[in-house]
T-cell receptor, first 116, second 108 residues
Framework: NAGVTQTPKFRVLKTGQSMTLLCAQD?????MYWYRQDPGMGLRLIHY???????AKGEVPDGYNVSRLKKQNFLLGLESAAPSQTSVYFC???????????????FGPGTRLTVT | KNEVEQSPQNLTAQEGEFITINCSYS?????LHWLQQHPGGGIVSLFM???GKKKHGRLIATINIQEKHSSLHITASHPRDSAVYIC??????????FGTGTRLQVFP
């Protein structure tokens, strides 16, 4: 199993350009998440999904959109990139929550995005 | 004040030393996670615990729910343990709140 994979690993964008980050998992997990990691700050949740066809906003959703058309994929879109979106983006997935039991999250390798 | 505080922020050690990283939190939680992030950037879950103590190899994690405090211990540290260690707590609304991490460097 590949676990959680992210595409691309690195990207440089100019302000105003758009792009999509792809996250894929082969563990049949229900829940998927997008985080960003910035220096001196903890990981922050951008958007998440608790199942195919569903998405929800996290802590810092502005400037991002997501889609979960297939259970195994979770896409993060930047419609008009801004320098403030320079960050490392991590995708994660988990079994989710079953009868009150919380399961751990499995993280992808990250995507380093620079917006100039 | 952050809801999850880790100390120290940076830690250096000689190979073989016993290491302790601390995590304090201020919210009610259903579970606490310890994660490891290597220089290459990947994040791996080390422990998830809601009470007591867990051990995996040279790593030990403890949690005191009443004091809202957790510790991660590394026995007989090795240079390959060099990484950033991240504490995260899961709130009762299932939100994960992350600490800013402790950067550990172990020298031979």
């Amino acid at each position: 199993n590949a676990g959680v994979t992210q595409t691309p690993k690195f990207r440089v964008l100019k302000t105003g350009q758009s792009m999509t980050l792809l996250c894929a998992q082969d563990m049949n997990h229900e829940y998927m998440y997008w985080y960003r990691q910035d220096p001196g700050m903890g990981l922050r949740l951008i958007h998440y999904s608790v199942g195919e066809g569903t998405t929800a906003k996290g802590e810092v959703p502005d400037g991002y959109n997501v889609s979960r058309l297939k259970k195994q994929n979770f896409l993060l879109g930047l419609e008009s990139a801004a320098p403030s979106q320079t960050s490392v983006y991590f995708c994660a997935s988990s079994v989710g929550r079953d009868r009150g039991v919380t399961y751990e999250q499995y993280f992808g390798p990250g995507t380093r995005l620079t917006v100039t | 004040k952050n809801e999850v505080e880790q100390s120290p922020q940076n830690l250096t050690a000689q190979e073989g030393e016993f290491i302790t990283i601390n995590c304090s939190y201020s919210v009610g939680i259903s579970a606490l996670h310890w994660l490891q992030q290597h220089p290459g950037g990947g994040i791996v879950s080390l422990f998830m615990l809601s009470s007591g103590k867990k051990k995996h190899g040279r790593l030990i994690a403890t949690i005191n729910i009443q004091e809202k405090h957790s510790s991660l211990h590394i026995t007989a540290s090795h240079p390959r343990d060099s990484a950033v260690y991240i504490c995260a707590v899961r709130s009762w609304t299932d939100k994960l709140i992350f600490g800013t991490g402790t950067r550990l460097q172990v020298f031979p």
